[in-house]
């Protein structure tokens, strides 16, 4: 992205990329937290699957 005053300040692939260290760590929290979150959808989804039935307690 170009910069209009002062082409030192544009926008570069280069200068507007994450740092590899910054990578890393996103890498490291991704690798953690992903099956986190699939394990946890996969216990809800199997402890309310099946069919809703409304009965005299239900509400």
Sequence with gaps: ????????????VF?????PLTLKIGLIIVVIGMPLVLSYTTIIYW????KVTLDADSY
């Excluded at 200068?15 to 740092?19: I, V, Y």
Aim: glycine letters at 10%.
């Design 1 to 12: 992205m170009p910069a209009v005053n002062n082409p030192a300040y544009s926008i570069t």
């Design 15 to 19: 200068n507007g990329a994450s740092s």
């Design 47 to 50: 402890m309310f699957r099946g």
